[in-house]
């Protein structure tokens, strides 16, 4: 399906590349509000706030890192979303030094809002000439690198590609921030989920056995790590999927507390985001709002389930509400223009 004409067309459509961009965007934005180091004071907010159906400011008890924002304002996930697609367009093709720079300026240029301390550490070893498969913090799940993956995805995918090449690309660029098998096999995952988004037909609906596939391509994932050397978990993601099988029809409150409260440790983000998504069938903004509403690591896991359902849907079916309100919305246009461009050139 990846290499049909009408698959290629989908990728290279400036509605649907845009899409991912400002999809991210607004899962970031709208989950920003309620992003906190306390998970009980987030659960208490949401309870209060219902359906976050509009961008709210930061909560009082948001991270420091957030308080001055004002509302429909994105954190890490978009900078770097934004980051690597704006050093992608601008390069003859998709490189891993590449990947590498895009981190770096990202680092050294952006205000670091809600960065998480290992992507810090890390992009400080990578400045410091630390190699790459080595600057990652060992053994910490994060759930960072599946929120960036979608433009570097697509870049495969526009040269044709297969889930070898898929896994191998979300080793590379998580192990720079994460080294951590969990955190590999979500970012591979999501990964999928980004190309299945790209053969929607602008709504997101998933096949009815896509939950037992991921989990399938999670274990197969899993062995080709401890093949290759890479250190494998005793606990890993695919446990943690296969524990969701039967809740896929939750409530995304429901989903998220099974999950472990789908915070941004990767057993418990990706499961969740994962579940949601192949739960059922979704338009952009209940979709994203579900995320969001879910509590955890809110920011990234509505960033992740906006971005695929924006790709899904394409920036045109968005609500207004939230197209005209989000932060730099010119800056998001701009560059879903350059990636469907480059996408659209011969790799």
Same mark, same amino acid.
Request: proline share 5%; aromatic share 6%.
């Given at each position: 399906?990846?290499?049909?004409?009408?698959?290629?067309?989908?990728?290279?459509?400036?509605?649907? *590349?845009?899409? &991912?961009? &400002?999809?991210?965007?607004?899962?970031?934005?709208?989950? @920003?509000? *309620?992003?906190?180091? =306390?998970?009980?004071?987030?659960?208490?907010?949401?309870?209060?706030?219902?359906?976050?159906?509009?961008?709210?400011?930061?909560?009082?008890?948001?991270? +420091?890192?957030?308080?001055?924002?004002?509302?429909? $304002?994105?954190?890490?996930?978009?900078?770097?979303?934004?980051?690597?697609?704006?050093?992608?367009?601008?390069?003859?093709? !998709?490189?891993?030094? !590449?990947?590498?720079?895009?981190?770096?300026?990202?680092?050294?240029?952006?205000?670091?809002?809600?960065?998480? *301390?290992?992507? +810090?550490?890390?992009?400080?070893?990578?400045?410091?000439?630390?190699?790459?498969?080595?600057?990652?913090?060992? %053994?910490?799940?994060?759930?960072?690198?599946?929120?960036? &993956?979608?433009?570097?995805?697509?870049?495969? !995918?526009?040269?044709?590609? =297969?889930?070898?090449?898929?896994?191998?690309?979300?080793?590379?660029?998580?192990? @720079?921030?994460?080294?951590?098998?969990?955190? *590999?096999?979500?970012?591979?995952?999501?990964?999928?989920?980004?190309? /299945?988004?790209?053969?929607?037909?602008?709504?997101?609906?998933?096949?009815?056995?896509?939950?037992?596939?991921?989990?399938?391509?999670?274990?197969?994932?899993?062995?080709?790590?401890?093949?290759?050397?890479?250190?494998?978990?005793? /606990?890993?993601?695919? #446990?943690?999927?296969?524990?969701?099988?039967?809740?896929? =029809?939750?409530?995304? #409150?429901?989903?998220?507390?099974?999950?472990?409260?789908?915070?941004?440790?990767?057993?418990?983000?990706?499961?969740?985001?994962?579940? !949601?998504?192949?739960?059922?069938?979704? /338009?952009?903004?209940?979709?994203?709002?579900?995320?969001?509403?879910?509590?955890?690591?809110? =920011?990234?896991?509505?960033?992740?389930?906006?971005?695929?359902?924006?790709?899904? $849907?394409?920036?045109? +079916? @968005?609500?207004?509400?939230?197209?005209?309100?989000?932060?730099?919305?010119?800056?998001?246009?701009?560059? %879903?223009?350059?990636?469907?461009?480059?996408?659209?050139?011969?790799?």
């Amino acid at each position: 399906m990846w290499e049909s004409a009408g698959y290629l067309a989908q990728l290279r459509s400036p509605d649907r *590349v845009t899409g &991912m961009l &400002m999809g991210c965007a607004i899962g970031d934005a709208l989950g @920003m509000a *309620v992003e906190g180091p =306390d998970p009980t004071q987030a659960r208490r907010a949401l309870d209060s706030l219902g359906n976050i159906r509009e961008f709210l400011a930061p909560q009082p008890f948001a991270h +420091k890192s957030l308080q001055r924002l004002r509302p429909g $304002c994105w954190t890490d996930e978009t900078q770097m979303l934004l980051s690597l697609t704006r050093s992608l367009v601008a390069a003859p093709a !998709l490189t891993f030094d !590449l990947i590498v720079a895009a981190h770096v300026h990202a680092f050294e240029t952006f205000e670091h809002r809600g960065w998480d *301390v290992e992507t +810090k550490q890390a992009c400080r070893r990578l400045l410091q000439g630390t190699a790459p498969a080595r600057s990652g913090a060992l %053994g910490v799940p994060g759930n960072t690198a599946a929120a960036k &993956m979608a433009p570097l995805v697509a870049a495969l !995918l526009r040269d044709g590609t =297969d889930r070898a090449a898929l896994l191998q690309l979300a080793l590379e660029v998580t192990q @720079m921030t994460h080294r951590d098998s969990r955190a *590999v096999v979500g970012a591979y995952l999501i990964s999928l989920l980004v190309a /299945d988004a790209f053969g929607c037909s602008r709504r997101w609906e998933p096949r009815p056995d896509r939950y037992q596939q991921l989990i399938d391509e999670a274990i197969w994932a899993e062995v080709q790590l401890e093949q290759s050397g890479f250190a494998l978990s005793d /606990d890993p993601l695919s #446990r943690h999927l296969d524990e969701l099988s039967d809740a896929l =029809d939750c409530p995304s #409150r429901e989903l998220a507390e099974l999950s472990g409260g789908a915070g941004a440790d990767a057993r418990q983000s990706i499961p969740f985001c994962v579940a !949601l998504l192949c739960g059922r069938a979704w /338009d952009f903004d209940e979709g994203v709002t579900a995320a969001v509403m879910g509590g955890g690591d809110a =920011d990234t896991n509505g960033a992740i389930v906006g971005t695929i359902l924006g790709i899904a $849907c394409g920036v045109r +079916k @968005m609500p207004r509400r939230f197209v005209e309100k989000i932060e730099e919305a010119e800056l998001i246009r701009e560059s %879903g223009q350059l990636l469907a461009g480059w996408l659209g050139r011969e790799g």
